[in-house]
């Protein structure tokens, strides 16, 4: 099985990824799910909402957003509204039956919501309360092996839903790695902005063709923003019975083909 996450930046070639997604599909019916991001599609609608976005950063030096109820209104709009119905509907237009769906959808993702944060603020360390995120507990792996069983594509987002039905914001790149875990998938591809996984993050052309799982680690001290948690959670689910992951350029015309039928981007393998 197949998983294909979808980054989030507005330069990504969303027609070019729904025209070899469906492709993928056609070969592989009932063999792939979609993970999609939309940070940057939030961030401008935020924007032009004019309601502020905190950064904030762990302990561990990964940074994130601080999830309060605008954010999270916004989050709602961006993701399971803008972005999911724009792929659902490219999508279709490819002949594929995709189905759109928020982790909140089915309780597909069912989070445990984080009490409290800590934060790092200069050289001090901060708890911090009132954030609506949580971490992934469960996949609702049943309802998804119905739709594939039906023939219908997933294409999933955040965010997720507690016991108590909270909306929860959650890491993509972290649901992504519940998903292998749980269904069992083998093949991983990430379609970013950039040509693959660069050994030196500031430098476009420092592309890494092949790399072995285990050196990942080696990535993280260059490694800017979300891409340090793509990399961590890559190297947990080999750890989880992943096979292959692919990162590649999703702003070119196809994208998937050009990735694993020319190498054009960086495969990792164990």
Partial sequence: MFLIKIGGDENLNFSAICNDIASLWKKYPGQLIVV??????????AQQLGIPIRTITSTSGITSY??????????LMAYAGWINKKLVSLLIKNDVKAVGLSGIDGEIWLAERKKY???????KIKLIT???SGKIKKVNI????????????????S????NQGEILNVDNDAAVFQLVKSLKIKTLIYLISAKGLLKDFNNPNSLVKEIRFFELD???NSAEGTMKKKIIYTKMSFEHGLKKAFFGDGRVNYPIRKLLLEQKGTVITL
Avoid: W
Avoid at 36 to 45: C, E
Avoid at 66 to 75: G, I, T, Y
Avoid at 159 to 162: E, F, I
């Fill in 159 to 162: 965010p997720a839903v507690s």
């Fill in 218 to 220: 080696s990535f993280l």
């Fill in 117 to 123: 944060l800590y934060v790092k603020e200069g050289n």
């Fill in 130 to 132: 009132g954030d609506l």
């Fill in 142 to 157: 049943k309802l998804l092996k119905i739709l594939l069983s039906y023939r219908y594509l997933p294409v999933i987002c």
């Fill in 36 to 45: 999609h991001g939309a940070s940057k599609f939030r961030n401008r609608l």
């Fill in 66 to 75: 601080f999830s309060d109820e605008n954010f999270m209104k916004v989050f």
